[in-house]
T-cell receptor, first 110, second 114 residues
């Protein structure tokens, strides 16, 4: 069974708008990662945030982590059509493996 | 190689047939993971290797699934007596360290059991 759960399941926005996706997980973690998956392709790593961090930025991406609520959010600013993809959060268990959520399908309309 | 390579990209198997899926991780990567991804779902963990040691196989759905990484590099996921519910994309990932480092994914093998 999957550890995380993203919401919303699907999100459709206009190009230039910001997109926010949330991830909730069940057990304590060492770190949380966000991945992107384009249709029919493999997953691409976006950003890793450790359990002792609260916020991290990478380009147009901003990730927050609230370990007390067991939740994380991914914000994509100034979205582009190329950002259209599925986004997954992944949490580690005992530092050995990653457990993925169900994903958010993002559509950016040009 | 430049990235994680999986072969074949597509595999169609008749129900009951055995299949073998190959993963070439990034050279020097210690950790190797296998995932199963059904259509519209997130990847489900199958098994994890650290070098040649299979440290976790708790995600393998049945004893028909077997994975190996004999020399700590290339890994093979074998599925015996395939069934229709085995149809999915099988993803392989490798990372330099353990779970606290970025994992690089291959393109996956899409298995269709007919």
């Amino acid at each position: 069974s999957q550890q995380g759960e993203e919401d919303p399941q699907a999100l459709s926005i206009q190009e230039g708008e910001n997109a926010t996706m949330n991830c909730s997980y069940k057990t304590s973690i060492n770190n949380l990662q966000w991945y992107r998956q384009n249709s029919g392709r493999g997953l691409v790593h976006l950003i890793l945030i450790r359990s002792n961090e609260r916020e991290k930025h990478s380009g147009r991406l901003r990730v927050t982590l609230d370990t007390s609520k067991k939740s994380s959010s991914l914000l994509i600013t100034a979205s582009r059509a190329a950002d259209t993809a599925s986004y997954f959060c992944a949490t580690d268990k005992e530092g050995n493996q990653f457990y993925f959520g169900t994903g958010t399908s993002l559509t950016v309309i040009p | 190689g430049a990235g994680v390579s999986q072969s074949p990209r597509y595999k169609v198997a008749k129900r009951g047939q055995d299949v073998a899926l190959r993963c070439d991780p990034i050279s020097g990567h210690v950790s190797l993971f296998w995932y199963q991804q059904a259509l519209g779902q997130g990847p489900e963990f199958l098994t994890y290797f650290q070098n040649e040691a299979q440290l976790d196989k708790s995600g393998l759905p049945s004893d028909r699934f077997f994975a190996e990484r004999p020399e700590g590099s290339v890994s093979t996921l074998k599925i015996q007596r395939t069934q229709q519910e085995d149809s999915a994309v099988y993803l392989c990932a490798s990372s330099l360290g353990r779970g606290d480092t970025e994992a690089f994914f291959g393109q996956g093998t899409r298995l269709t059991v007919v």
